[in-house]
């Protein structure tokens, strides 16, 4: 089978070559490739006489790394066609942050040629050196070619690489600016491994100010305190939660449970949805945020128990979610979103397994508000063919129901009004199901749409110097059909 050997050069100085990349190098019996000659080892190279071949030219025609790295892991396993074994250099260690190996490794695994890694001594070795960082402590390695403010920890000793120019650096402070404060001192480190190392700290605002940043460029940030962040992510938020039910935290939230919380996420539920109906994004994220207080809030509180911990939580809905989207992260196929809805569906079926129902309607929650249980009620009836064909009917019904009410309304009988109302009310979801128009939403809109329009009558009323409260009905109704026009 076709063979590649893959060595790695060190960071700098030819004495962070291995002996054994040495030999294969000095040896002389495979063809030799190099991702890019522009290292200081390669002086070295040339020094001892050895012949290779680099792919410095590829990155003149292809500005995107990603393809970049594809190309070169292409050409090399055509190289190896060709030549049956060859050796490919790249800089540091094979296996440290080196995409053409990650690359090359996926070939292996389609059958396309065997890999063997020599590895040498990589740049994270001396970063983690001049740090004096242990591993075990716990280190983040990223890629300022890729990274994303979502894979920043400051929990962790952070190291980036490939920081290779002033816009990379100033792409990858921004970034950083999102969960380090301005001044958090970060370590940049140049040429490790070389007689031009550079090793400065700074605080985070000066990091693309530097007048030297080159493609030995990278960066050492160290853990960041809890309380010096710009930015958090749910896990923070967890430990943040576990801190205020723990022994010295708040003697509120030490007296939370399950049960006492329950009001307070229904009320986060609406203050989340009024802000998404008002368009406003700010309060958007911020009662998010509260309703994800709950979540973290309730996880803690099963974790202390012994029930579920947040990990159930996230495990559970990632789960349901894959297993429900089989024309995603699956083979299924669907043409539309009623056939994802039937799947869906038949899906929930299969998981129940041999659960036994009481009916139909069994699994629709008690404490859902009566419009939407309504429509729930509504749409399972549906499903097993028990509704009609045409909204007319359904219009047809309300017309019935009205006359219903109004019977009993004349002779005055509380219940049988009570009832009647009732019926009313549900046979207008099933209108607003059959027209696609959502009661609840339909109602919030009218609800808003009278408050807007009596707040602008008590203007109008104010700056006509009268005070509502001496206005007669009549009065007042003329001030709402002005406002209406």
């Given at each position: 089978m076709n063979k590649i050997i893959v060595l790695g050069m060190g960071p700098g100085k030819e004495e962070f070559l291995t002996l054994k990349a040495y030999r294969l190098l000095k040896e002389g019996k495979f063809p030799i490739?190099?991702?890019?000659?522009?290292?200081?080892?390669?002086?070295?190279?040339?020094?001892?006489?050895?012949?290779?071949?680099?792919?410095?030219?590829?990155?003149?025609?292809?500005?995107?790394?990603d393809v970049l790295y594809q190309k070169i892991a292409k050409c090399l396993v055509e190289k190896a066609k060709e030549e049956q074994t060859i050796l490919y250099v790249v800089p540091g260690s094979p296996m440290v942050a080196e995409k053409t190996v990650e690359e090359l490794i996926e070939y292996e695994k389609e059958g396309l040629l065997s890999l063997e890694i020599v590895s040498g001594v990589s740049f994270l070795d001396l970063m983690m050196e001049k740090a004096k960082i242990d591993p075990s402590e716990g280190i983040l390695l990223l890629d300022a070619l890729r990274m994303d403010v979502m894979d920043?920890?400051?929990?962790?000793?952070?190291?980036?690489?490939?920081?290779?120019?002033?816009?990379?650096?100033?792409?990858?402070?921004?970034?950083?600016?999102?969960?380090?404060?301005?001044?958090?001192?970060?370590?940049?480190?140049?040429?490790?491994?070389?007689?031009?190392?550079?090793?400065?700290?700074?605080?985070?605002?000066?990091?693309?100010?530097?007048?030297?940043?080159?493609?030995?460029?990278?960066?050492?940030?160290?853990?960041?305190?809890?309380?010096?962040?710009?930015?958090y992510h749910m896990k923070d938020l967890l430990t943040v939660v576990a801190i205020l039910r723990g022994e010295h935290g708040c003697v509120w939230?030490?007296?939370?449970?399950?049960?006492?919380?329950?009001?307070?996420?229904i009320e986060e539920t609406y203050e989340y949805v009024d802000a998404a109906q008002k368009g406003d994004i700010f309060n958007m994220y911020e009662e998010l945020g509260d309703i994800l207080l709950h979540v973290a809030m309730n996880s803690q509180i099963g974790q202390e128990e012994g029930l579920f911990s947040i990990k159930d939580v996230t495990t559970e809905i990632c789960q349901k979610m894959i297993r429900r989207?089989?024309?995603?992260?699956?083979?299924?196929?669907?043409?539309?979103?009623?056939?994802?809805?039937?799947?869906?569906?038949?899906?929930?079926?299969?998981?129940k397994g041999n659960k036994k129902e009481k009916g139909l309607f069994d699994g629709i929650p008690d404490a859902y508000p009566a419009l939407l249980k309504a429509k729930k009620i509504q749409k399972k009836a549906r499903s097993v063919g028990f509704d009609w064909d045409d909204p007319e009917d359904a219009v047809k019904k309300l017309t019935e129901e009205v006359e219903e009410f109004m019977e009993a309304?004349?002779?005055?009988?509380?219940?049988?009004?009570?009832?009647?109302l009732g019926d009313i009310l549900f046979t207008l979801v099933n209108v607003g199901r059959f027209l696609s128009i959502d009661c609840e939403t339909a109602l919030i809109y009218s609800n808003n749409k009278f408050i807007e329009r009596f707040y602008r009558m008590e203007k109008q009323i104010e700056e006509d110097h009268k005070k509502i409260q001496d206005l007669s009905l009549g009065e007042m109704d003329a001030y709402w059909g002005k406002i209406k026009k």
């Open positions: 490739y190099l991702r890019t000659k522009i290292h200081p080892t390669v002086q070295f190279l040339d020094k001892e006489g050895i012949s290779y071949t680099s792919f410095d030219s590829l990155y003149e025609e292809e500005e995107d790394f920043i920890d400051p929990d962790q000793h952070t190291f980036i690489t490939q920081v290779y120019d002033q816009f990379t650096a100033s792409e990858t402070k921004l970034k950083l600016l999102e969960m380090y404060e301005d001044a958090m001192p970060i370590t940049v480190m140049r040429g490790l491994g070389t007689e031009e190392e550079q090793i400065e700290t700074v605080p985070l605002y000066e990091l693309d100010r530097l007048s030297k940043i080159d493609h030995l460029t990278s960066i050492y940030i160290p853990k960041a305190d809890l309380l010096n962040r710009n930015g939230d030490k007296e939370q449970t399950h049960e006492s919380l329950l009001p307070q996420i989207h089989p024309h995603v992260f699956g083979t299924v196929s669907v043409k539309d979103t009623e056939e994802v809805l039937v799947n869906w569906e038949n899906i929930k079926k299969e998981e309304y004349q002779k005055g009988s509380q219940e049988s009004m009570e009832e009647e």
